[in-house]
Protein backbone atom coordinates (compact mmCIF):
# COMPACT_ATOMS: atom_id res chain seq x y z
CA UNK A 1 0.00 0.00 0.00
CA UNK A 2 1.32 3.20 -0.83
CA UNK A 3 1.48 6.71 1.53
CA UNK A 4 0.35 9.88 0.07
CA UNK A 5 0.76 12.96 1.93
CA UNK A 6 -1.52 15.91 1.70
CA UNK A 7 1.18 18.44 2.07
CA UNK A 8 5.23 17.42 0.98
CA UNK A 9 6.20 19.13 4.37
CA UNK A 10 4.71 16.52 6.08
CA UNK A 11 7.25 13.71 4.42
CA UNK A 12 9.28 12.58 7.00
CA UNK A 13 12.36 12.51 4.90
CA UNK A 14 11.84 15.92 2.86
CA UNK A 15 14.43 17.85 3.94
CA UNK A 16 14.68 20.66 1.79
CA UNK A 17 13.48 23.85 3.00
CA UNK A 18 11.06 24.08 -0.26
CA UNK A 19 9.11 21.04 1.23
CA UNK A 20 8.66 21.99 4.57
CA UNK A 21 5.60 24.00 5.50
CA UNK A 22 4.95 27.24 6.68
CA UNK A 23 4.68 27.58 10.50
CA UNK A 24 0.94 29.23 9.75
CA UNK A 25 -0.06 26.09 8.64
CA UNK A 26 0.35 24.18 11.28
CA UNK A 27 0.86 26.61 14.20
CA UNK A 28 1.94 29.83 15.03
CA UNK A 29 0.99 32.89 17.19
CA UNK A 30 -2.41 34.22 17.08
CA UNK A 31 -2.95 38.26 16.65
CA UNK A 32 -5.39 40.53 16.38
CA UNK A 33 -5.88 43.90 15.04
CA UNK A 34 -8.90 45.69 16.56
CA UNK A 35 -9.76 49.05 14.89
CA UNK A 36 -13.12 51.14 15.77
CA UNK A 37 -14.31 53.38 13.30
CA UNK A 38 -16.66 56.20 14.53
CA UNK A 39 -18.07 58.45 11.80
CA UNK A 40 -18.00 61.73 12.52
CA UNK A 41 -21.36 63.75 13.70
CA UNK A 42 -20.77 66.92 11.99
CA UNK A 43 -18.80 67.65 8.82
CA UNK A 44 -18.42 65.19 5.73
CA UNK A 45 -19.69 61.44 6.54
CA UNK A 46 -18.49 58.41 4.96
CA UNK A 47 -20.37 58.12 1.61
CA UNK A 48 -20.62 55.68 -1.59
CA UNK A 49 -17.75 54.96 -2.85
CA UNK A 50 -14.98 56.08 -0.22
CA UNK A 51 -12.69 53.95 1.38
CA UNK A 52 -11.63 53.12 5.32
CA UNK A 53 -7.94 52.16 5.68
CA UNK A 54 -7.32 49.93 8.00
CA UNK A 55 -3.57 49.03 9.49
CA UNK A 56 -1.55 46.98 6.91
CA UNK A 57 -0.65 43.22 7.98
CA UNK A 58 2.62 41.88 8.00
CA UNK A 59 3.83 40.17 4.76
CA UNK A 60 2.87 36.26 5.05
CA UNK A 61 -0.06 36.36 7.94
CA UNK A 62 -3.31 34.33 7.40
CA UNK A 63 -6.33 35.77 8.41
CA UNK A 64 -8.63 33.28 10.72
CA UNK A 65 -11.96 33.49 9.46
CA UNK A 66 -14.04 32.06 12.04
CA UNK A 67 -12.28 34.16 14.65
CA UNK A 68 -12.79 37.65 12.67
CA UNK A 69 -15.45 39.58 13.07
CA UNK A 70 -17.19 43.25 11.47
CA UNK A 71 -19.77 44.57 13.68
CA UNK A 72 -21.69 47.80 13.45
CA UNK A 73 -24.27 49.99 14.66
CA UNK A 74 -27.47 51.31 12.89
CA UNK A 75 -26.74 53.24 10.19
CA UNK A 76 -28.51 54.97 6.65
CA UNK A 77 -30.68 52.89 4.89
CA UNK A 78 -29.06 51.32 1.18
CA UNK A 79 -25.43 51.61 2.85
CA UNK A 80 -23.17 48.39 2.61
CA UNK A 81 -19.83 47.67 3.12
CA UNK A 82 -16.89 45.56 2.03
CA UNK A 83 -13.71 44.32 3.51
CA UNK A 84 -10.70 43.38 1.48
CA UNK A 85 -7.52 44.51 0.33
CA UNK A 86 -5.58 46.75 -2.46
CA UNK A 87 -5.61 43.62 -4.80
CA UNK A 88 -9.19 42.27 -4.27
CA UNK A 89 -11.92 44.80 -2.62
CA UNK A 90 -13.86 42.07 -0.77
CA UNK A 91 -11.44 39.31 0.04
CA UNK A 92 -12.64 39.01 3.28
CA UNK A 93 -16.54 40.13 2.93
CA UNK A 94 -18.83 40.71 0.34
CA UNK A 95 -20.90 43.72 -0.20
CA UNK A 96 -22.82 43.40 3.43
CA UNK A 97 -25.88 45.83 4.60
CA UNK A 98 -24.66 47.78 7.48
CA UNK A 99 -28.25 49.68 7.92
CA UNK A 100 -29.64 47.39 11.56
CA UNK A 101 -27.05 47.38 14.16
CA UNK A 102 -25.11 43.61 13.63
CA UNK A 103 -22.42 42.01 12.61
CA UNK A 104 -21.09 39.27 10.31
CA UNK A 105 -17.95 37.07 10.35
CA UNK A 106 -15.20 39.18 8.70
CA UNK A 107 -14.07 36.51 6.38
CA UNK A 108 -15.91 33.91 4.93
CA UNK A 109 -14.52 30.48 3.48
CA UNK A 110 -14.65 31.06 -0.25
CA UNK A 111 -12.92 34.49 -0.24
CA UNK A 112 -10.07 35.04 1.77
CA UNK A 113 -9.70 31.77 4.42
CA UNK A 114 -6.41 30.24 3.05
CA UNK A 115 -5.07 33.47 1.52
CA UNK A 116 -1.53 35.04 2.76
CA UNK A 117 -1.00 38.30 2.78
CA UNK A 118 2.51 38.78 0.42
CA UNK A 119 0.78 36.92 -2.58
CA UNK A 120 -0.12 39.87 -4.75
CA UNK A 121 0.81 43.82 -4.53
CA UNK A 122 -0.80 46.12 -2.23
CA UNK A 123 -2.21 42.97 -0.53
CA UNK A 124 -1.49 43.88 2.84
CA UNK A 125 -3.71 47.11 2.89
CA UNK A 126 -6.84 46.16 4.92
CA UNK A 127 -10.16 48.55 3.63
CA UNK A 128 -13.34 49.01 3.70
CA UNK A 129 -15.33 50.27 0.49
CA UNK A 130 -18.37 52.09 1.27
CA UNK A 131 -21.50 51.68 -1.14
CA UNK A 132 -25.22 53.04 -1.52
CA UNK A 133 -25.76 55.72 0.85
CA UNK A 134 -23.26 56.98 3.47
CA UNK A 135 -22.28 56.10 6.61
CA UNK A 136 -25.09 57.30 9.52
CA UNK A 137 -23.13 60.10 11.52
CA UNK A 138 -21.65 59.08 14.99
CA UNK A 139 -22.38 54.85 13.42
CA UNK A 140 -19.75 53.24 14.94
CA UNK A 141 -17.93 50.35 12.64
CA UNK A 142 -15.86 47.71 14.54
CA UNK A 143 -13.25 45.11 13.19
CA UNK A 144 -11.70 42.66 15.09
CA UNK A 145 -9.54 40.53 12.38
CA UNK A 146 -7.73 37.37 13.85
CA UNK A 147 -4.47 36.35 11.80
CA UNK A 148 -1.91 33.92 11.91
CA UNK A 149 1.82 34.31 11.85
CA UNK A 150 4.79 33.12 12.64
Do not use: E
Not at 13 to 23: E, F, M
Not at 59 to 71: C, E, F, T
Amino acid sequence: MATFYATPGLDPLAQTPQNRLDSVDLAGKIRFACIQYVAPAAGAPVAGDDIIWVPSLPKGAQVIPHMSRLDWSAGTAACTMTLGDGASANRYLAATAVTAAGGAPAVTLTNGAVYKLGANAGDQTIRSVVAGAAIAAGQTITLRLAYVQD
